[in-house]
């Protein structure tokens, strides 16, 4: 009995066909991921639309708001500072004073007597263009007595006025300078004691 012949195939007949086969499995694949993907879609719609339901449904959640916290600050802005004094008694009066220093006393007064009566805001402008070294000594303690009566009396600094300011003599301090034919001469390094008072203005 005679064999059958065997066909042979050519090489680029079996190319073609093995990438036919490839291509068929390629566009199998692809389609079954388009169905997976569309069943995927389909399920988070449906979640979302469920979520959605529940929302509706739950009670709505009322939103905290910071007028609560901002009210108190508000209030503490308002608020003054300090309190002014009680107009039942006599006006509070706040001392200040300053001792030893190196100025004699009548420089002191001739600084003093420009201020005497002003109130703080005028004393301060006019210490701070005053020439002389002592208006330096003036403008500290102008600053210590309304310290003090913010402070110690809870008034504001601003509305006060001068009502005494001072400068008595201090203790000397002797000292001596070398002259010619062995002589010496005294030289009196003179000391003073600042004050000042300050009340509210009327």
Known sequence: M???????????VAQTEAA???????????????DE??????????ADEAAAEAEAEAPAK???????????VAAAKAAPKRKKPVADGPPPVVHAHAKYVRTSARKARLVCDHIR?????EARAILAHTPRAVAEDWQKLLES???NAEH????????????????????TLKRFRPRAMGRAS???????????ALTPKE
């Open 117 to 121: 009566g002003k109130s703080v805001t």
């Open 37 to 46: 993907a569309a069943e995927a879609s389909a399920a988070e719609a449906e």
């Open 2 to 12: 005679a064999e059958p012949k065997k066909t042979r195939v050519s090489p680029r």
């Open 145 to 147: 007595a309304v310290a």
């Open 186 to 196: 005294k030289i009196r390094k003179r000391t003073s004691h600042l004050s000042i």
């Open 152 to 171: 110690n009396h809870e008034l504001i600094g601003d509305e006060l006025r001068i009502i005494t300011v001072k400068a008595d003599e201090g203790p």
């Open 62 to 72: 009322p939103r905290r708001t910071r007028k609560k916290a901002e009210e108190p």
């Open 20 to 34: 036919q086969e490839a291509a068929e499995v390629k566009a199998q694949v692809a389609a079954e991921q388009a």
